[in-house]
């Protein structure tokens, strides 16, 4: 007897029809599975086994095949375990097969039956809903996740036995549903915010106008001037995520398996922080079948890189084509994906290597051609890609003693940002791509950003004087461009250009 159950698989961060066939017919008592599985798909034939006898069915003593359509694409993970159990359970006419039509099956079964969560299953649902099907049924520690897809009820299952009561039509199971207002008006009231950090005003001033104008920055400075504690602030200032970045987002993490159970939306823009030990693969993404690395985890939010120059060459220079594309682009001899890789470079790094060229109570050791060396490490096309060069004094002993308040906290510059952001939105609407003034090409800057006589006058002098290359041209265009923003000037003027002209360090040489 056949039977057919329908599932969803992952590919990149997309989801694609799988339609499970499973026959049962006389001959040598075997399991076999095609279609492309990998061993994970191969071994829930054991997995299927245990499930169905401690369900209370009686496992057929007979051939199985399994058939994985379409056979041309793999298929991996445990997530098909319990469609796959269904269609045996339905080749043998225990499940009414009607009700199978406009379903979609995805969970991985423990030996007692039990059905256990699995990684994608944001993705899993998406591709449901595109593939017609009225219902998707999920593993309850889904179903949070699943629910943001509106279109398509999700259905909970807890158990081999529950689903094929709720096929059978003997059990009534409540589609699962989110509140997605509740989801988004809910923040992390233990975020670290900016009202923590005690002077850096400078700092904090650019941090801001690299969240209006989604501008990559690196922070030079002595060793404890903050620099790691004003990162991991900057997210607490980005704009709010919206529906659709949201969702992108927790595609990405729910690929990678770093959704926590029975949550639902990243609803934070996500901060991602990796060890300068980090390898290639683990940075843009990849492996023999290619999983999100950290540029894609980051999306939407922001990657940190502290101590930059200790990272390896290689791994700093494959981040050239996502910061300047917005995706990352794996090659593998049987397949070719894409994952979304648009995010804020955050990085962190000192004047000199033993830290305190620029620190007032302590003597710097370094010579010349050892400063210049460290530095070096960075080369000039990842350079190229980051905006704003942020100097990060040491903080006096009495500034760190001051107790007369706090600084000015994050929800307050938030909305200096989001207002920014509004009037950047606004003004590229017919600009596919474009969000803000950092995805500016030199042409389009040539049209948003024009200058007055003043404003090109001051700029001629500074790449004059100042000895700043031609690539800081653009550059400090669009970062003037933002302060102008910020200020809610239509038009970019003197002092928007020489404030964009101060965030230049690394340029004039300092």
Do not use: W
């Not at 001959?27 to 054991?46: I, R, Y």
């Not at 699943?146 to 299952?157: L, N």
């Not at 100097?391 to 006096?396: E, G, M, R, W």
Request: charged residues 25%; neutral net charge.
């Amino acid at each position: 007897m056949l039977a057919r159950v329908f599932s969803q698989a992952v590919f990149g961060v997309d989801a694609f029809l799988v339609e499970v066939e499973v026959d049962v017919s006389g001959g040598k008592d075997q399991f076999n599975t095609v279609g492309l599985p990998d061993a994970a798909v191969k071994e829930s034939k054991d997995r299927v086994k245990a499930a169905v006898q401690n369900s209370g069915f009686a496992y057929p003593r007979e051939h199985i095949t399994v058939n994985l359509a379409p056979a041309d694409m793999r298929k991996e993970g445990p997530a098909l375990d319990l469609p796959i159990a269904l269609g045996l359970l339905a080749a043998m006419q225990k499940v009414d097969p009607a009700p199978l039509r406009e379903h979609a099956f995805v969970g991985e079964l423990s030996l007692d039956g039990a059905v256990k969560p699995v990684a994608g299953i944001l993705p899993l649902a998406l591709g449901a809903r595109a593939s017609g099907f009225r219902a998707i049924a999920v593993p309850p520690d889904n179903a949070a996740e699943a629910a943001v897809v509106d279109g398509i009820e999700v259905i909970p299952i807890a158990s081999l036995r529950q689903a094929v009561n709720y096929l059978n039509g003997r059990e009534h199971l409540t589609p699962h549903r989110v509140d997605l207002a509740e989801v988004f008006t809910r923040r992390q009231h233990d975020a670290p915010d900016f009202a923590d950090v005690k002077g850096q005003e400078g700092a904090k001033r650019a941090l801001e106008i690299a969240a209006a104008g989604g501008h990559n920055v690196v922070m030079i400075g002595p060793p404890g001037s903050g620099k790691t504690m004003l990162a991991k602030r900057l997210p607490s200032i980005l704009p709010d995520m919206t529906l659709e970045e949201s969702i992108e987002t927790t595609k990405i993490h729910s690929v990678a398996g770093q959704i926590a159970a029975r949550e639902s939306l990243v609803a934070v823009r996500p901060f991602r922080s990796p060890h300068h030990t980090i390898s290639n693969i683990a940075m843009i993404g990849g492996g023999a079948v290619p999983r999100p690395g950290e540029v894609s985890l980051a999306h939407n939010g922001v990657l940190f890189l502290d101590e930059m120059p200790e990272f390896g060459r290689t791994v700093l220079e494959v981040l050239r084509q996502p910061l300047e594309d917005g995706t990352v682009n794996i090659s593998r001899a049987s397949m070719s994906l894409s994952f979304p890789a648009r995010f804020i470079l955050v990085g962190s790094m000192n004047p000199c290597p033993c830290g305190y060229a620029t620190d007032p109570t302590r003597a710097c050791q370094c010579l010349p051609v050892q400063v210049q060396k460290y530095r070096n490490r960075l080369s000039g096309p990842l350079m190229d890609r980051i905006d704003l060069h942020i100097d990060v004094p040491a903080v006096s002993v009495r500034e760190l003693a001051r107790r007369d308040g706090h600084g000015e906290p994050s929800a307050q510059i938030r909305q200096r940002v989001n207002a920014a952001r509004d009037r950047q939105r606004a003004r590229y609407a017919s600009l596919p791509g474009v969000y803000c003034n950092a995805h500016l090409s030199t042409k389009q800057i040539k049209r948003f950003c024009p200058l007055d006589e003043a404003s090109a006058s001051m700029l001629e002098k500074a790449l004059t004087a100042l000895g700043f290359s031609a690539r800081a041209y653009d550059r400090i265009i669009k970062v003037a461009r933002t302060i102008a923003d910020l200020a809610g000037a239509e038009k970019i003027a003197a002092e928007h250009i020489a404030e964009a002209i101060n965030y230049r360090s690394l340029d004039r040489g300092i």
